[in-house]
C-alpha cells in the first residue's frame, strides 16, 4: 500500500512533467499549455494511484487481492482523456486542427499515469522524447516538408 509520502511524491512529479510537456505547447501559443497538461498529468496519476490503493480501500481479503482488477480505472483514463482531446480536435473547410494538441493531452495523461503507478524513470524518459521531438520536429519545419506549399504559421498553425 502507499504512503501519503508516496502519493504526495508522485503527484508534485505528475505536476512536474505535465508543466515540461506543456511548456511545448505553451512557448508556441497554444490553448492547451502548462496548467491543462499539469492538470491531465496529475489527473492520471491520482486515477493511477487510486486503481493501487482500490483493493486495500475496500479492503478487500488478501487472497481476493490477486482478482481485482485495477487496471479497469486505468483503461477509462484512456477513454476519458479522448473524450477531452476529441473537444481540442476541430475541423474548418479544408483544415483540421488541433491534432497535435489533442495528442499531446493523451500522451500526458500516459505519462501521469506512469508516474502514479510508479514508473518515475520511464515517464521521465517519456517526457523527454515527447517533448524534445515536438519542439524538433517543429524546428526544422517537417509540416512544410511533407505538405510543400500548404501555408503554416510560425506557431504550427
Do not use: C
Not at 515540461?20 to 491531465?40: C, N
Not at 499531446?104 to 521531438?133: H, P, R
Amino acid at each position: 500500500m502507499l504512503t501519503f509520502e508516496q502519493m504526495l511524491v508522485r503527484l508534485l512529479i505528475a505536476i512536474a512533467l505535465g508543466a515540461i510537456i506543456g511548456w511545448e505547447r505553451e512557448s508556441i501559443g497554444k490553448d492547451a499549455g502548462i496548467r491543462t497538461a499539469m492538470l491531465v498529468a496529475s489527473g492520471a496519476a491520482i486515477f493511477a494511484m487510486i486503481s493501487i490503493l482500490m483493493p486495500y480501500i475496500a479492503q478487500v481479503p488478501a487472497e481476493e487481492i490477486k482478482n481485482t482488477l485495477p487496471d479497469r480505472i486505468i483503461s477509462n483514463i484512456v477513454v476519458g482523456v479522448g473524450f477531452l482531446g476529441g473537444g481540442i480536435i476541430f475541423k474548418t473547410n479544408d483544415h483540421v486542427k488541433g491534432l497535435t494538441t489533442a495528442a499531446l493531452v493523451w500522451v500526458t495523461a500516459a505519462i501521469g499515469t506512469l508516474v502514479g503507478i510508479g514508473l518515475t524513470k520511464f515517464a521521465l524518459t517519456a517526457t523527454v522524447l515527447m517533448t524534445g521531438l515536438l519542439y524538433i520536429l517543429r524546428k526544422v519545419k517537417l509540416y512544410e516538408r511533407i505538405r510543400p506549399g500548404h501555408k503554416i504559421h510560425e506557431n504550427g498553425e
